[in-house]
T-cell receptor, first 115, second 109 residues
């Protein structure tokens, strides 16, 4: 079946650091990938839609200069949290579209902790 | 945007019991997925069910799109069923998903 790999699975870093998270579709090409964020005890909230070869579309309230998204190929999208602060600590999870009448497939998520 | 409400918010079951989880949504959808989020945060895709009924082992789901709700049935629950169950909907098959509020299930021995 369709597999989405997300890396790293866990990051702990100091405040002010930039962190890059990768999302790869391993056995299919994904023209569209999505990035979600989940705070403890809450639901998942969409941050942005990433389309291969074009700029990402950000949801209202998500700072595009802080959360940089690059979708340079049909199998890879990256999310970079720039100058991360403790309030950016969260669970970040990506998904990829196989296309047609198919469900979204999700990565295993990245738990980001900023000290 | 679409509003997605799930009920009940919390559920405690004894092993072997059956349960029904509900997902109500405020607008027409062409995409609906049910997920189980395990304690490690992984989202397990249970069903892709924008309409109709599907079954997979002890789990089954029904979506009545015209009435804007979906139901997830869990039979003979096991402790490994514990976690949070989310439904997520979208207006189109290739659209972004809006996640529901979730149902936190705990199955005890």
């Amino acid at each position: 079946g369709a597999v989405v790999s997300q890396h790293p699975s866990w990051v702990i870093c100091k405040s002010g650091t930039s962190v890059k998270i990768e999302c790869r579709s391993l056995d299919f090409q994904a023209t569209t990938m999505f990035w979600y964020r989940q705070f403890p005890k809450q639901s998942l909230m969409l941050m942005a839609t990433s389309n291969e070869g074009s700029k990402a579309t950000y949801e209202q309230g998500v700072e595009k200069d802080k959360f940089l998204i690059n979708h340079a190929s049909l199998t890879l999208s990256t999310l970079t949290v720039t100058s991360a602060h403790p309030e950016d600590s969260s669970f970040y999870i990506c998904s990829a579209l196989l296309g047609g009448n198919q469900p979204q497939h999700f990565g295993d998520g990245t738990r980001l902790s900023i000290l | 945007g679409i509003q997605v409400e799930q009920s009940p918010p919390d559920l405690i079951l004894q092993e072997g019991a059956n349960s029904t989880l509900r997902c109500n949504f405020s607008d027409s959808v062409n995409n609906l997925q049910w997920f189980h989020q395990n304690p490690w945060g992984q989202l397990i895709n249970l069903f892709y069910i924008p309409s109709g009924t599907k079954q997979n082992g002890r789990l089954s789901a029904t979506t009545v799109a015209t009435e804007r709700y979906s139901l997830l049935y869990i039979s003979s629950s096991q402790t490994t069923d514990s976690g949070v169950y989310f439904c997520a909907v979208g207006p189109g098959t290739a659209s972004k998903l809006t996640f529901g509020t979730g149902t936190r299930l705990q199955v005890t021995l």
